[in-house]
């Protein structure tokens, strides 16, 4: 590539516990493995737990979030139809007791510490939650998926009571709302936008126009 030649960013707004999300990055690495030219990924977290979390870090289903037993029953024939549509198997169709803080925590301290094997640990902590049906909030898993891909455990333990880290995840997800970012995932690509588990080529689309 030469010095003027520029490569495309692509901005992925996403939480772990979003079955759609999964989904999503499954197409989204379908249309990478067909394309010709470098890009660039940005993680962006998002916090689809928020007003939902007790202080043990449990859920409060007692909260009215607008999502119904009819909702959610949507939700998993949608999830069924794109699992079938993009040929991927599920341990679960959703998860509404796991909460992704954690992983977040301990994904953004890997993305920022170790930034070459951010892409791996993203990957495993998916894989954990929805093929091996995980609980991802707990910190031993999240340090059990961290020593199998060869990170070092402790650290992200520590990384999950860091509460300076905490804080900046918590920056993440108040620029999210102020992106105008309401759900996941969003991908964005120089201030346009695909919402959705959405196909490869409508990614194409997205990044390299009609």
Not at 39 to 55: C, I, M, T, Y
Not at 102 to 112: D, F, G, I, M, T
Not at 152 to 166: S, T
Not at 168 to 173: A, I, K, R, V, Y
Request: with cysteine; charged share 35%; proline share 4%.
């Amino acid at each position: 590539m030469s010095e003027t030649e520029t490569v495309d960013r692509l901005t992925i707004y996403a939480d772990y516990v979003c079955p759609f999300c999964y989904l999503g990055k499954r197409s989204f690495e379908r249309y990478r493995d067909d394309r010709e030219t470098p890009l660039e990924v940005e993680w962006h977290p998002f916090d689809l737990r928020s007003g939902k979390r007790n202080a043990d870090g449990s859920i409060d289903h007692a909260v009215d979030d607008g999502k119904d037993d009819d909702y959610y029953e949507q939700a998993r024939e949608n999830v069924r139809r794109l699992q079938e549509k993009y040929g991927v198997e599920m341990d679960q169709e959703i998860a509404i007791e796991v909460d992704s803080l954690n992983a977040q925590l301990a994904s953004w301290h890997v993305s920022e510490s170790d930034p070459d094997r951010w892409a791996t640990f993203d990957a495993a902590i998916y894989e954990a939650l929805w093929q091996d049906g995980r609980d991802i909030g707990d910190p031993d898993v999240l340090a059990a998926i961290a020593e199998e891909i060869g990170l070092a455990p402790g650290e992200i333990r520590d990384a999950i009571d860091d509460e300076g880290l905490r804080a900046e995840l918590e920056e993440l997800f108040d620029d999210a709302r102020r992106q105008g970012v309401t759900g996941v995932p969003t991908f964005v690509h120089e201030g346009r936008a695909a919402r959705g588990a959405v196909p490869p080529e409508q990614l194409e689309r997205l990044l390299e126009g009609e």
